[in-house]
């Protein structure tokens, strides 16, 4: 795979670096310990997998309010954090910084500092849109109630987020064509996104009918472009999803990860049609490999951190075409440095 890390590579990579994971805990670590003085009483708060660090002190010269987000490693599914997996964080941040920079002339985003292979981005801190543009061109299995494989299998339903559905769809088989399905955001502890219609979302005053038309043209182009790129590497992506914002100037931005293993899934399409006609799941450079490891809702051993943690290096190669470049510097130090870094930066401007 010519300058890419050999597998043994990645095993070792990982198994020397489990101990090194960044999690929840080492985030408040720092800020206990006031290791970055700029974010002294700033508003933190602690996602799933992100960090999140925002307020009065965090803005620009002239004025514009900045979000500090850290990728941890932590990895949560099935609604819940079940372990740290190394690499992880720094990965998907570099895969998305890559595909926000492609897709920026469709879609533009809310980034202003991401270093190179770091897990950090400062951002213009938006306003949420609080719905979740969701694109699909397969049905994907899925155990998940915003799935439309949920609603088309498990309920039997034949309506989807205002599509009506055909008999006759099949798991990880193709949909009829491109559907926007958008779902709420939960908003507290214990609540779960909901697929819905555009419809909904207008009674609702989530969104106004010229701003949905807006987020469809700018996600939809932004997914086919996507689709182009990867397509040219033998990959397949079967569905994907965009978070959106506002800026101060009342733009829309993106203000998420974009198309990563995380936010979309990833089948590889050489053996697609064989896998179809056994029955058998796609070949997957997606989050679906960590769901489908260990015990649902149960933290993950070290063997299953080690595994999952091979398998993002391998997908990072995979999609985006080069060699990995670990960030070795010791944990706290680079987050440290690219925090404290790109803050002095931006107040330079």
């Not at 202003?112 to 213009?124: C, H, Q, T, Y």
């Not at 939960?186 to 005053?205: F, K, M, Q, T």
């Not at 899934?265 to 056994?278: E, P, S, T, V």
Request: proline share 6%.
């Amino acid at each position: 795979m010519g300058d890419f890390l050999s597998e043994k590579n990645i095993k070792e990579l990982v198994e020397h670096n489990l101990d090194q994971a960044v999690d929840a805990s080492r985030i408040k670590a720092l800020i206990d310990g006031n290791d970055i003085p700029e974010l002294s009483g700033t508003d933190y708060y602690q996602g799933k997998v992100r960090a999140n660090f925002t307020g009065e002190s965090l803005t620009t010269p002239d004025g514009r309010p900045l979000r500090v987000i850290i990728a941890t490693d932590q990895i949560s599914t099935h609604d819940s954090v079940r372990g740290a997996i190394p690499f992880r964080g720094q990965i998907l941040t570099g895969i998305s910084n890559d595909m926000l920079a492609y897709t920026e002339t469709f879609i533009p985003n809310a980034q202003l500092f991401a270093p190179e292979n770091s897990a950090v981005v400062i951002a213009e801190n938006c306003e949420p849109f609080m719905f979740e543009m969701v694109w699909r061109t397969h049905m994907c299995k899925s155990s998940t109630e915003t799935s439309l494989y949920y609603h088309y299998v498990d309920l039997g339903k034949r309506e989807f987020c205002g599509h009506t559905l055909p008999e006759g769809l099949v798991p990880n088989g193709p949909l009829p064509y491109m559907m926007d399905t958008p779902s709420t955001k939960a908003s507290g502890e214990g609540e779960h996104d909901i697929s819905v219609s555009p419809g909904l979302l207008y009674n609702e005053g989530v969104v106004t009918p010229a701003e949905y038309g807006h987020v469809l043209y700018m996600t939809g182009y932004a997914y086919l472009h996507g689709q182009e790129r990867f397509g040219q590497k033998g990959i397949i992506i079967p569905d994907t999803k965009f978070e959106l914002g506002r800026t101060r100037e009342g733009r829309i931005v993106t203000i998420d990860e974009v198309l990563t293993p995380d936010s979309s899934r990833f089948w590889l399409a050489d053996d697609y049609q064989d896998k179809m006609a056994r029955g058998e799941a796609p070949t997957s450079y997606s989050k679906q490999f960590g769901r489908d490891v260990g015990t649902p809702g149960q933290p993950y051993t070290d063997e299953e951190r080690f595994l999952i943690g091979c398998r993002y290096i391998d997908t990072y190669q995979k999609l985006m075409g080069k060699r990995f470049v670990p960030d070795l510097r010791p944990v706290e130090q680079r987050l440290i440095e690219d925090i404290r870094g790109g803050l002095k930066q931006l107040r330079q401007k």
